[in-house]
């Protein structure tokens, strides 16, 4: 065990150092493949059936439900070949609140057998510093995606810069004419280079808000009409019984409503029969 903890260390320490010298731009912790989708009819969680390429999958839930945990794990499993099914590419990440860990990533591999360092090398990284930066990092990546080695792009979260940027209810049409490019952008690039789009979002307390938008708790995602219109599935995390979370499919093309669920261990997010 000492091991592995100075390993996890030393990656912490040499992403902080790459992280210092590539704020404004992406970096590597230095295949077109067909598109995985989710399997129906299971009980428990099974996040390898994966996300939907050339689409944009939203992820929302209160804190502490495994948001950033999902994403971290995702960008581990886009790696994998498809008999395990991974999409054998590479992945952007692109992170506004200052959460991604490259540690977890390492752990994360190591539950499935994948090289830490190997998995860290094939995420682009990049911390948003506002919504305009967020914006001129999606340019950037466009040149990036050209080559066809990117499978997944993960954001998270896609509404953090914006809510910080437009804060009043005077900002409100102008942060929803922004965050409309932004989204029009992300579709755009979702299709023409065959990636999957995951990103995560908030969310707010809105009691007298209608069914399509909100939970029995009367909380929804963050961004409005805008938002919802834009994601082609939509998946509600919640916190479940003792240590259990709960995903339910709110919104889907391909799938019925349904829920599913799921814990959050050292590997990452997994099937609470299989952890």
Request: charged content about 25%; some cysteine; glycine content about 10%.
């Amino acid at each position: 065990m000492p091991g592995m903890i100075s390993k996890h260390f030393r990656k912490t320490h040499k992403h902080a150092r790459l992280k210092d010298a590539l704020a404004l731009g992406f970096g590597f912790h230095n295949g077109n493949g067909t598109r995985p989708s989710k399997k129906e009819g299971r009980q428990n969680f099974h996040w390898q059936s994966g996300f939907q390429s050339m689409s944009i999958s939203e992820v929302y839930g209160e804190f502490r439900c495994g948001k950033t945990q999902l994403s971290h794990t995702m960008s581990v499993v886009a790696q994998l070949p498809r008999s395990m099914g991974g999409a054998e590419g590479k992945v952007a990440y692109i992170d506004t609140e200052g959460t991604f860990r490259p540690e977890r990533v390492g752990q994360i591999a190591e539950r499935f057998g994948v090289d830490p360092d190997s998995s860290l090398e094939n995420i682009a990284y990049a911390r948003a510093l506002n919504s305009e930066h967020q914006l001129e990092l999606l340019n950037t990546l466009s040149k990036e995606f050209a080559g066809g080695e990117y499978r997944l792009l993960i954001i998270d979260s896609i509404m953090n810069c914006f809510r910080v940027d437009y804060c009043g209810r005077g900002e409100l049409a102008d942060r929803q004419q922004k965050l409309n490019q932004f989204l029009m952008k992300l579709a755009h690039m979702a299709e023409e280079f065959n990636v999957c789009v995951l990103m995560t979002n908030q969310v707010q307390s809105d009691p007298g808000a209608s069914a399509l938008f909100a939970g029995a708790d009367g909380r929804k995602p963050v961004g409005g009409h805008i938002l919802a219109h834009a994601s082609t599935t939509r998946v509600l995390l919640r916190k479940g019984r003792g240590e259990e979370r709960v995903a339910k499919i709110q919104d889907s093309p391909d799938c019925p409503e349904r829920e599913a669920t799921y814990i959050i261990t050292n590997g990452g997010i997994n099937d609470p029969e299989k952890a």
